[in-house]
């Protein structure tokens, strides 16, 4: 049962993968036999998989029509940032008090990680990322957090990675506004991670302002 649960959990991250860079491109129909010659995986983990990013809203099942990838949607991903802003301070705010020492110093060792990072490798920097939500997200150790954030950040690094504006310049913010962000946690420095969030939640909302074709409108 275990190796089943751990075979379903390697096909979703290979389609999440897959998704969030459009090799399975939004509106694009997809099919059990077709995902089992991608990965390379049977049958039950693929749709263990499928039912997963169908919960997350990264495919969308419809009965006797088939898999399609979801669409990206500008204006369903600021219906998201409404969430996820209050829902990531509140993470922040539980693992700046609740974090293992072991988990603060893994923040900090990513922190420098992402201070250090250069270039254009989209899929190094989106492990990086990965790695920086989940491991906030635990750091808060509350598992229905932990259910409520994970779908809101996957969909969120989708949107962001289709949408970069400039590789380089984004990556480089992006590496210094979760650098802020896992120090302030790790430093056990709450007024640090929260103003860190807020940021990097700011920079999210403008980001997608400028994917609509509009220049920045949050509150300030």
């Known amino acids: 049962m275990t190796e089943q649960v751990n075979k379903a959990d390697r096909v979703y991250a290979l389609l999440e993968d897959m998704i969030t860079f459009q090799e399975l491109a939004p509106g694009e129909a997809v099919s ?17 998989a499928l039912q997963r990013l169908a919960r997350e809203r990264m495919v969308e099942i419809h009965p006797h029509r088939g898999v399609f990838v979801a669409a990206v949607s500008v204006e369903a991903h600021f219906r998201l940032l409404e969430l996820r802003r209050g ?31 250069t270039g254009t490798d989209l899929r190094r920097f989106a492990t990086l990322l990965k790695g920086s939500h989940s491991l906030i997200v635990a750091a808060a150790h509350n ?38 962000l896992l120090r302030g946690i790790g430093h056990g420095d709450e007024s640090a991670g929260v103003a860190a969030t807020l940021r990097l939640n700011d920079y999210l909302t403008d980001l997608t302002y ?3 074709g509009s220049p920045g409108q949050r509150a300030r």
């Open 87 to 117: 829902l990531e301070e509140m993470a922040v705010r539980f693992a700046t008090f609740r974090a293992k020492t072991a988990q603060k110093e893994r923040m900090l060792a990513l922190a420098a990680e992402l201070d250090g990072f």
């Open 32 to 48: 059990e036999s077709m995902l089992m010659a991608r990965t390379g995986f049977g049958r039950t983990p693929v749709r263990e």
């Open 210 to 212: 400028a994917a609509l």
């Open 143 to 180: 598992e229905y957090l932990e259910l409520a954030m994970a779908p809101l950040q996957s969909l969120s690094r989708r949107f962001w990675f289709a949408h970069l504006p400039d590789v380089e310049q984004d990556l480089r913010t992006a590496a210094d506004l979760h650098g802020e």
